[in-house]
């Protein structure tokens, strides 16, 4: 049975980890189950959109449109909308809105790049459990190897066919997921490579 998990802003704002959400959420088999649904707020996109045009003030306007309007046309139906923000007593006022969006959404997980809130979460007692991408991802390596070796390679193939590009000493894919902070999984795709 897919998990639903909530994605915070800045794995949105990641190209590399927002492509591997899709990868392993789109990547298996038609007629089986992904193993997780990418739960979504509105607020959450517009965090991660308002981030990456104000760290790229001049990229073109439909680069950066372009990305968040397919990761809304592309999750729609896991949109987490109409629930009220609560005060969970957490130091950073700014993510109380992503504490609420999953008591609301009823998710398993919250998968972030924030330490700080991983560690508020875990001395709480709350019905869901945030993990870093590294964490998360290779958690789904664990439960799903066989569809992680195959979108890895899918991946690897990309990268070298379709963009031209090819690390010298290791497997692109592995080199991007660690840039990304992902060294663990990084290290586990490598091995399947």
Known sequence: ??????????????????????????????????????????????????????????????????????????????????????????????????????????VQYIVTSDRGLVDYVDSQQFLFDVLTPDDFFCHIFEAFPGLCKRVAQENEAYWEKVKGVKAADRPITAVMLERSGCPNFATVVESVL
Not at 26 to 37: I, M, Q
Not at 68 to 86: C, M, N, Q, T
Not at 87 to 99: E, F, K, M, Q, S
């Open 1 to 106: 049975m897919s998990i639903p998990v909530l994605f915070d802003a800045n794995v949105w704002y990641s190209r590399t980890l927002t492509d591997w959400c899709f990868l392993l959420f789109l990547g298996s088999d038609k007629d089986v189950e992904p193993p997780f649904f990418p739960a979504w707020t509105e607020d959450i996109i517009a965090e991660a959109q308002y981030h990456l045009r104000r760290n790229n003030p001049h990229a073109p306007e439909g680069a950066i449109s372009k990305r968040f309007k397919r990761i809304r046309g592309a999750l729609a139906e896991w949109e987490i909308s109409g629930f009220a923000v609560g005060n969970y007593g957490y130091a950073d006022t700014h993510d109380h809105h992503v504490l609420s969006a999953a008591v609301a959404g009823n």
